[in-house]
């Protein structure tokens, strides 16, 4: 059987939508239970922390909207509609800011440091490929989260990045959309970019001592 083009649009947004709310799902049993994904051996960073009071606050309002339109709405199958879909989205939005946030932080290991962003992106920066780290403030005028100017690759939250990677080489890291870039720096947002900083040394210096 043949698949028209149009008909691969549609079922590519169809599996995209399907995978989307698979990882809201696990990010909410994840979160509700306060099981992070963080292998073994693999020591977590977090970067939702500085923002985390916005967002549930919104998540407030949000519980509070539903109630509203509950308590307005006359009874009947309208109302029962209105709730069920008040509901999951509240379900939704837990989902999103559990998963995307407390359970899935970055990770330093001794072999990589896992950089990690919303409820997928995930960059791998393998340890020797690391040639310097340090803190360093930067506030980034646009608001996407995943941003690639030049060869630096921005991982940006509340507004900025926190830590700077200098790297050996370049690495090729997926951007949205399918596109792919060679950087050669990256910067992201960390809640504790000290902590994570001295830790990524110090796999820096166990590795350069074998």
């Known amino acids: 059987m043949t698949i028209l083009p149009s008909q691969a649009v549609v079922l590519t947004a169809v599996l995209a939508?399907?995978?989307l709310e698979g990882r809201?799902?696990?990010g909410l049993v994840r979160g509700v239970l306060r099981r992070p994904d963080v292998p073994e051996?693999?020591?977590?960073?977090t970067h939702h922390r500085t923002l985390a009071p916005v967002r549930w606050i919104g998540?407030?309002?949000l519980v509070l909207e539903v109630g509203v339109v509950h308590l307005l709405m006359p009874s009947g199958p309208v109302r029962l509609v209105l709730l069920a879909l008040g509901v999951y989205s509240l379900i939704w939005v837990l989902g999103y800011l559990l998963g995307s946030g407390p359970v899935r932080p970055h990770l330093v290991s001794r072999t990589a440091v896992v950089i990690r962003n919303g409820?997928?992106?995930?960059?791998?920066?393998?340890a020797d490929l690391i040639e310097s780290v340090h803190v360093d403030r930067q506030s980034r005028p646009?608001?996407?989260?995943?941003q690639c100017q030049d060869d630096v690759l921005h991982v940006v939250d509340n507004g900025g990045t926190a830590l700077h990677l200098a790297l050996t080489k370049p690495l090729c890291v997926v951007l949205p959309r399918g596109r792919t870039a060679q950087v050669t720096d990256i910067r992201i947002w960390v809640d504790e970019p000290r902590e994570m900083?001295?830790?990524?040394r110090r796999v820096s210096m166990s590795g350069a001592a074998k």
């Open 142 to 146: 646009r608001m996407a989260s995943l």
């Open 24 to 26: 809201i799902w696990r």
């Open 41 to 45: 051996r693999s020591v977590p960073f």
């Open 17 to 19: 939508g399907v995978r």
């Open 59 to 61: 998540m407030g309002v």
């Open 197 to 200: 900083a001295d830790a990524i």
């Open 119 to 126: 409820l997928s992106t995930e960059v791998s920066v393998p």
